[in-house]
């Protein structure tokens, strides 16, 4: 399968902590990889890093068959331009611990303010993909409600649908059920494996082990900014062979 995204040696740092140090790994179209790990392992910073939220120290990261950050001109490398910067961050949508959403708009509108102001698509268009976009996150009745009317979990699931209304070729998702109570999890879980079975290519840092389990090709633990252990979820998750990996297993089924 074709890599979508490239890692190679990755490094970034924040003063003196060494947030990714030397990560460097492979994702395929159409896979899903699970990041797991301690907090502060650099989990969230690698995926801020694949779009662009934070620029890397040393390595190079490529997404879609483009060096990250960077265009060559000949043998020499330049820095992007803003404009470059975003143009590129479209290939990839984010999801976040906290929603983020537009207070003052409504779930419709928050769905079709990207693909109408950055992508420059006819409003009749952006609202039909949108209203096909509620009903496949369960929310088709909610699209008139404005954030503070919805619950954590409704407000992700729209998160997660103006994400998708960019129409990237890779999603990320950092932590997305952290910030919710344990009750409203089952739904944006639901949407995510939705997500995956349709084809999706998924990055996405969490704590929930048996998602993970589930749903995913790949599994990655990392602590201290490196890749400590990573394969299929059997292998990491049920029989896992550094002790690092056990200990941190260990800690969250306790």
Known sequence: MTPIVVAAD????FGSVQALDGVSIEISTGRV????GPSGSGKSTFLRCINQLERIDSGAIWVDGELVGYRRVGDKLYELTDAEVARQRLASGMVFQRF???QHLTAIENIIEGPVTVQKRRRSEAIDEAVALLDQVGLAAKRDAYPSELSGGQQQRVA???ALAMRPKLMLFDEPTSALDPELVGDVL?????L???GMTMIVVTHELGFAREVANEVVFMDQGAIVERGPPQD???HPQQQRTRDFIAAVLA
């Open 10 to 13: 990755v490094r970034k740092t």
């Open 33 to 36: 990889l699970c990041i797991v």
């Open 100 to 102: 983020n959403l537009f």
């Open 160 to 162: 997660i649908a103006r």
């Open 190 to 194: 639901a949407v995510m494996r939705n």
């Open 196 to 198: 995956a079975s349709s």
């Open 236 to 238: 990491v998750l049920v």
